[in-house]
């Protein structure tokens, strides 16, 4: 097996269809197929079964994957390596956040790298999806959970207390919700990480039977753009209602936990001169 080969075949086992194996590989779907069969001639094998829902692995194919990904580790682990001692302010960096995180930090941040080191190219993700750093899916993550894997490392950017919120013109219309009758009579809006994913059923730690959903995002973006049009009241973390102008409802109320912000990336590549030049200018935007 060689690697080329390698990655077309662990795109498509997690993926799934030819077409998105392709998008994650970067090329068209030909080269996929077409490259899988190759792999499958060289092996004597068929490692997948086509079915109605997709690319499904073999029994032989099983037994090829393991194998596969211990090359993927490996590969990844030498580019981490060549890249940790890359003393160039040139080259591409990878960074994946949130929609929020990344117009009110990230965007910024990339504007200043750009300014002092034009020849850092920045490949910026923003969705809620955990992209992996061991498979160098990304350089750096700006996430709202510390990771449990030893060989990332993680700085906390923030810690935001995170409060109930209404707009000005909402709170004129519609008065505050009472404390204790679960928001009878109002609007509500509230994150839903995935679609099918379960809704919460409280805000600020108060059920919400009373109230009426307006909607369920997945996200945070969405959600303070609805609280700002009046639509509805909702969470939101402290620091980035206040950018909004939005109201407090209850400030002696909280969501709990606080809302954490984490910077995250591989020790192999800590020393590398561009991620670092990356890392301190997003650093720079949550000190200010």
């Known amino acids: 097996m060689n690697w080329d080969d390698t990655r077309i075949f662990l795109a498509l086992q997690r993926e799934g269809t030819l077409r998105s194996a392709a998008r994650v590989a970067g090329v068209d779907q030909a080269t996929v197929g077409r490259r899988l069969a190759a792999l499958e001639h060289a092996l ?8 109605s829902e997709g690319y499904v692995l073999t029994p032989a194919g099983e037994n090829v994957l393991r194998s596969a990904e211990k090359m993927e580790r490996s590969a990844n682990e030498l580019v981490r390596q060549a890249q940790g001692a890359d003393t160039r302010l040139a080259g591409e960096v990878k ?18 790298l750009h300014a002092e080191h034009p020849n850092v190219e920045v490949r910026l993700n923003t969705s809620t999806q955990m992209l ?18 030893p060989d990332l490392i993680a700085r906390r950017l ?40 379960a809704i919460q059923q409280t805000l600020v730690g ?37 950018r909004d102008g939005l109201v407090r409802i209850w400030p002696d109320r909280e969501r709990t936990p606080p809302y954490e912000v984490w910077l995250v990336t591989h020790q192999d590549l800590r020393h590398t001169a561009r991620i670092r030049a990356m890392i301190d200018k997003i650093v720079e935007m949550f000190e200010a």
């Open 44 to 51: 004597g094998a068929t490692l997948f079964l086509r079915t």
């Open 95 to 112: 960074v994946t956040t949130t929609d929020t995180l990344a117009l009110e930090f990230v965007i910024p941040a990339i504007s200043r």
């Open 132 to 149: 992996n750093l061991a498979r160098r899916e990304a350089d750096i993550a700006i996430r709202n959970r510390k990771p449990d894997n």
């Open 158 to 197: 923030a810690r935001w207390p995170v409060g109930l919120y209404a707009s000005p013109a909402y709170l004129a219309e519609r008065g505050e919700p009472t404390p204790g009758d679960g928001f009878a009579g109002h609007d509500l809006v509230m994150f839903q990480s995935h679609p099918t994913a």
């Open 206 to 242: 108060l059920p919400t039977e009373g109230g009426r959903l307006a909607a369920a995002v997945n996200s945070s973006l969405m959600l303070r753009a609805l609280i700002r049009m009046g639509r509805a009241i909702g969470e939101v973390p402290v620091p980035l209602a206040e």
